[in-house]
């Protein structure tokens, strides 16, 4: 559909900017057995400044009893006015749960390339970024995680090249005060092997379960840090931060639901 991207009402100016014009075309597909399902979605997009076209595909499956694995893939390319972009990330993933243990083991491995082209300038970044998790459950109401992290990065610049190796080291431990209220504390360290350089970001959280499956944290970082790779899913800013967590089955959209029923007519 095409249509003013700013603008509420089509009869009244942007409050900047000029009104531009666009289209865009979705299509996706998706199959399901019994022990594996795959998925994939096209978007292609035509505005006044510029084209964008983005592909994700994905297949998720349980390999055996305990052991489920994913392999995914994202592809992203956008010509503008004043500059081009490409990305591609080929991403792995590994979940085990072993039978009457108390141990959970996640991995998530991506193999990563951007590509940003202006008119005088270009840039080529290629990553490979690993991060692996191990989850320890002691008692029914204490857990903890065990966090590494690990990328090598080559960079292209102007020309020149540039490569560093970076990790992380993350830990974290929570308490379940009720059915209702966590507590937890963790720390994070992030290592530039090239510049021997070490960030720290570490503080307590309190969580909230709203309802089955449904969790909310507050927690604050003392120090901090930014990582393209590592940061987005670990909240490693310095500060205040708001984790909210979901975990979808037949019962979730009926809690959320009720949630918003309570919240609205309260």
């Known amino acids: 559909n095409g249509g003013p991207r700013e603008t509420v009402n089509p009869q009244l100016p942007p409050a900047s900017g000029d009104v531009k014009d666009y289209w865009a075309l979705s299509l996706g597909t998706g199959y399901k057995e019994q022990t594996w399902s795959w998925s994939q979605r096209a978007e292609q997009l035509w505005s006044d400044d510029g084209d964008r076209f983005s592909y994700v595909q994905g297949v998720?499956?349980?390999v055996k009893p305990r052991l489920s694995m994913s392999l995914s893939t994202a592809l992203f390319d956008q010509n503008g006015e004043t500059e081009d972009q490409f990305s591609a990330d080929v991403c792995h993933g590994l979940a085990y749960r072993p039978l009457e243990s108390d141990w959970i083991l996640l991995n998530r491995l991506d193999l990563i390339y951007d590509e940003r082209t202006r008119i005088n300038d270009e840039e080529i970044s290629q990553r490979i970024v690993n991060q692996f998790n191990a989850n320890y459950h002691p008692s029914r109401k204490l857990q903890m995680s065990f966090r590494y992290g690990c990328k090598f990065v080559v960079d292209e610049i102007g020309g020149d090249q540039y490569d560093a190796f970076t990790d992380l080291y993350g830990w974290e431990m929570r308490y379940d005060i009720n059915q209702k209220w966590d507590i937890g504390y963790r720390l994070l360290a992030l290592h530039g092997w090239t510049g021997h350089e070490i960030d720290y970001a570490t503080g307590p959280s309190i969580g909230y379960n709203l309802a089955t499956n449904i969790w909310l944290s507050l927690g604050y970082n003392v120090g901090g840090f930014y990582d393209e790779d590592f940061s987005a899913s670990n909240y490693t800013a310095?500060?205040?931060?708001?984790?909210?967590?979901?975990?979808?089955?037949?019962?979730?959209?009926d809690d959320l639901n009720a949630i918003l029923k309570s919240v609205v007519f309260k």
């Open 60 to 62: 998720i499956g349980q």
């Open 238 to 253: 310095s500060g205040p931060y708001l984790r909210f967590r979901i975990k979808f089955d037949q019962d979730t959209l």
